[in-house]
Structure formats: C-alpha cells, structure tokens
C-alpha cells in the first residue's frame, strides 16, 4: 500500500505560479511511477505529467508542455510539479498518482492516489 499527500494548492492570479508537492509512505517508494492529473468541475480527470522513478523518463500532457515541470526528491519521497504561467483554465482539483508500471497518461494503470489539492487561478 502507498499513501500518497498532496499539498500547495491555493488562490493564483493569472500568469502566477504554484508548486504543489506529494509526499508518499508506505511501501517502497522508488518502485512506482508518479503521475500528476487534475479534474475541474464537469470533466474528465486529465493527465498532465509522470515521472519513472527507476529510469528517469519524463512524460506531459500538451496542454501543460512547457509551462508545468515534474520534478523527485529521492531522499524526501516526494514528487513535485511546478505550474508557471497559469491560466484561469488551469483551475482544478490536482492529484497525484502511484503506478507499478511505466510512464503513461492512462489514470486507470495508476493504483494508488492522493486526496487531491484545490488550485484556483483568477482572472
């Protein structure tokens, strides 16, 4: 079983920046793939970003290419995303993700989740 916290959601201005942050426990944490997706009200959950713990390869969404960055902490268990230049649209609940397998954007190959973190942008 992995535990997975989210946290650093809030209230941004449009053109600002967040850096959400999950914090995993449980079991070993350098197994699993982590993934960021978001849902806003009415749609889909959508995936944006994943990381592989064991080869390093990264994966975005096009949506977020360029202005979001998934980044570890090995030492801490920690997985982060940093959202720059953010858009009213970016407005969502945000999620992190723990799959056994590889980088993909698919949310059903992911097991375990998070609670998820409020992010609002303004306009």
């Known amino acids: 079983q992995v535990q997975l916290v989210e946290s650093g959601g809030g209230l941004v201005q449009a053109g600002g920046s967040l850096r959400l942050s999950c914090a995993a426990s449980g079991r070993t944490f350098s197994r699993y793939t982590m993934g960021w997706f978001r849902q806003a009200p009415g749609k889909e959950r959508e995936f944006l970003a994943g990381?592989?713990?064991?080869?390093?390869?990264?994966l975005y969404a096009d949506s977020v290419k360029g202005r979001f960055t998934i980044s570890r902490a090995n030492a801490k268990n920690t997985v982060y995303l940093q959202m720059n230049s953010l858009k009213p649209e970016d407005t969502a609940v945000y999620y992190c993700?723990?799959?056994?397998?590889?980088?993909?954007?698919?949310?059903?190959?992911?097991?375990?989740w998070g609670q998820g973190t409020q992010v609002t942008v303004s306009s």
């Open positions: 990381i592989s713990w064991s080869t390093g390869r990264i």
């Open positions: 993700a723990a799959d056994s397998g590889s980088v993909v954007p698919d949310l059903y190959e992911y097991d375990y």
